[in-house]
């Protein structure tokens, strides 16, 4: 299987190769404290070259596994990571879906730039992996994610307490899904 190079009208999305860990590593800390919200704590570790090769390498690997895609959106010039857009847990076979996770470099909120990166990583779940089930959720204090998802098309499906810990806190989570309209099975 190819590694995705997909390009939105802003953005080019691929899955990083280990040895660009500096740019995942320039993005994290030039953000650290605007996605410390919404992200689990961060022991000083992550913060680190190493971490950051060894996080792209497992990336890599289930990226060919077939069990995650986890692209970043750099800018123009290819050397600048402006967010994430992470499908993880993937599973084939009867369920055919997977979650999907997604942060946005704090100089570029609100310019509609996470909604075409994600609808770009979408593009490619549903076309060229044909899932059926893209599942995301966000915590209800979390506005502009709740609006991203409800502009994408996904529909709530409930209401998790205690669903995942963030920043050192188990926080409560809006459930979400969209379906593949096109779905064909292979």
């Known amino acids: 299987m190819a590694l995705p190079h997909l390009t939105t009208a802003r953005t080019r999305l691929t899955v990083l ?4 860990a500096d740019l995942m590593l320039d993005y994290y800390l030039r953000n650290r404290q605007h996605l410390a919200p919404w992200e ?3 022991d000083p570790e992550f913060y680190t070259l190493a971490c ?3 996080r792209l390498r497992e990336s890599y690997a289930q990226f060919f596994a077939g069990q ?3 692209l970043v959106a750099l800018d123009g010039s290819g050397e600048r990571v402006i ?3 992470n499908f993880t847990n993937i599973v084939h076979g009867m369920f055919q ?3 999907l ?3 946005i470099d704090e100089a570029h909120q609100g310019q509609g730039l996470m909604q075409e990166v994600v609808q770009g990583g979408i593009g490619y779940l549903f076309d060229e992996l044909g899932l059926h089930r ?6 209800p204090a979390n506005l502009r994610s709740a609006a991203l998802l409800a502009r994408l098309g996904f529909e709530r499906e409930g209401y998790a307490r205690d669903y995942l810990m963030i920043n050192g806190r188990w926080e409560d989570h809006v459930l979400t899904a969209l379906l593949n309209p096109d779905w064909r099975a292979s």
């Open 17 to 20: 190769p280990p040895e660009r």
């Open 40 to 42: 689990p704590r961060r």
């Open 52 to 54: 950051w090769f060894t």
């Open 68 to 70: 995650a895609v986890n």
């Open 83 to 85: 967010a994430t857009c």
């Open 97 to 99: 879906a997977c979650h």
């Open 101 to 103: 996770g997604y942060s």
């Open 134 to 139: 893209i599942m995301a959720s966000h915590m």
